[in-house]
């Protein structure tokens, strides 16, 4: 299965005139990479995230996902946010339960609910499945909108600054869960995701696409993380190609910073 954006262009109007967000976008994602967005704020890394999902329609070029245009939201991708985005009133368990129900309706109740116990395990959220997201700290409801997104077995996951709203300790520990759900637990092909965080990228990913604001290209440098895994977090700051990854980020982005000033 192969994600491709081929000269993706997306626009919003602003005082009559039209802006253009994405601009001639190449893009493609091989089967087993994880690939991550990075650049300044309004360079439209989730405005790209938001048009492969569905949410938003393309106005002009492609998104193909093994071939097929995406158009509209489907089950093929699931998406996790920031803000969790998790119905307050159910119980955590719920919450990936009706994910489940409203996009597998032709899963009988027993796979479904094999899916659903299978990724609340996964995440060890298991003994407070019972509890509603406020009762429970930030980084238990992001694991819960993390276990409801492999449970509905996407193809590709899509990640908006999932980890931004928490805390360093809890920032590491979700990372390192969700490499391990994905390379060992789960059927997903494809992850792309959203970051403002040099280092979560390069630990991360198989390849950093770097975006910049108009009137530059919207991607501007394409790099590959050639970073053996499993990567332990302590000792890859010290290797010298994350260094190297590390500091031609830095500059493109300052660079990509300058030019849109």
Known sequence: MTLQLHHLWKGFRHHGTEQWVLRDIDLTIQPGEFVSLIGHSGCGKSTLVNVVGGLLGADGGTVTLDGKPV?????????????????????????????????????????????????????????????????????????????????????????????????????????????????????????????HGIDEAILLSDRIVVMGKAPSPSVIDVIDVDLPRPRDRVSIIDDPHFRTIQERLLRLLTDANLDAA
């Open 71 to 195: 158009t509209q939201p489907g089950p093929d991708r699931a998406m996790v946010f920031q803000n969790y985005s998790l119905l307050p009133w159910l119980s955590l368990i719920d919450n990936v339960r009706v994910a489940v129900q409203s996009s597998r309706p032709d899963w009988n109740k027993t796979k479904s609910d094999d899916a659903v116990e299978r990724y609340t395990r996964a995440v060890g959220l298991w003994d407070d499945r019972d509890k509603r997201p406020r009762q429970v700290s930030g980084g238990m409801q992001q694991r819960t909108a993390v276990a409801r997104a492999f449970a509905v077995e996407p193809r590709a996951l899509l990640l908006d600054e999932p980890f931004g709203a928490l805390d360093a300790l809890t920032r590491a520990k979700l990372q390192a869960q969700l490499i391990e759900l994905w390379q060992s637990e789960s059927d997903t092909e494809i992850v792309l995701m959203v970051t």
